[in-house]
């Protein structure tokens, strides 16, 4: 929830590429780091 008003706010003043990159680099880490979470508790 709290990404979607940072999107809102910043769209008159930060072009929309630069933030579309944050947020998919973001989100692939974080589901990188929850996969990576999830096999380690599934494995041991």
Do not use: D, R, W
């Amino acid at each position: 929830m709290k990404f979607v008003k940072v999107c809102e706010g910043s769209e008159n003043k930060v072009s929309l590429p630069i933030l579309g990159a944050v947020a998919f680099i973001l989100f692939m880490y974080f589901a990188g780091e929850a996969v990576g979470q999830f096999l380690y508790f599934a494995t041991h």
